[in-house]
């Protein structure tokens, strides 16, 4: 079962107000999950998808603490709710931007993950604000402050060499303290360009073959 984690979307409207509706305008890991040929699952992040004023939802669940425990904490019982342990095939989680971040941080509390495939990931969320000039997100989960997964879990992170948005180098720290997972540079993509085009050669040829 391959479950995809959606990007951070559209938190803030400008540099200095708050988006009153997260939800991304084009959301890409949706559309990398039509184009997958195995059992998929979409789940959404808490407050998106219209939620934003629902009961229990707060502009911090999708600013400073969307990498959060309580965010996490919600996205896992979601999956264990729709995937129960008794009929809960082997899962990969698939996250495209902030959504790898997410993968990341649910694979360590989720029972079932076999792999973490991220996709023009912030895996390191200290640089990557510092580099933008943003705020830290205080209240956020870092992957890169966090030990190693559990080896069993494959982690394949893939990324492009001309990403702006989320520059190679900003996951030094996350790869020099995940030694045993797999990067790959695709050259020619960026944050969000060719990933829809190319997405079930990537998947098929670039990822699912890679050596273990």
């Not at 934003?52 to 969307?66: N, Y």
């Not at 870092?142 to 190679?168: C, E, M, T, W």
Request: negative net charge.
């Amino acid at each position: 079962m391959h479950v995809y984690l959606e990007g951070d979307g559209r938190p803030w409207e400008t540099r200095y107000r708050i988006a009153h509706d997260p939800t991304p305008r084009n959301p890409l890991a949706l559309k990398l999950m039509v184009r997958d040929p195995a059992p998929v699952l979409y789940v959404g992040r808490p407050c998106y998808q219209g939620f934003a004023q629902a009961e229990g939802c707060r502009p911090e669940l999708w600013t400073h603490e969307r990498y959060g425990s309580e965010v996490v904490e919600s996205m896992v019982v979601a999956i264990e709710h729709i995937l129960t342990p008794s009929e809960r095939p082997p899962i990969t989680l698939i996250g495209y931007s902030g959504g790898g971040v997410l993968a990341m941080l649910i694979a360590e509390r989720l029972d079932g993950v076999e792999r973490v495939i991220t996709v023009a990931a912030n895996l390191d969320i200290d640089v990557w604000a510092d580099h933008h000039g943003y705020s830290r997100l205080a209240g956020s989960l870092n992957p890169a402050r966090k030990g190693s997964l559990d080896p069993r879990i494959r982690q394949i992170h893939l990324f492009g060499d001309l990403d702006r948005q989320v520059p190679p180098w900003t996951i030094e720290r996350f790869r020099a303290g995940n030694p045993d997972a797999t990067f790959k540079s695709i050259p020619g993509f960026d944050h969000r360009c060719c990933w829809f085009e190319h997405w079930p050669w990537i998947l098929g040829e670039a990822v699912l073959h890679s050596p273990r």
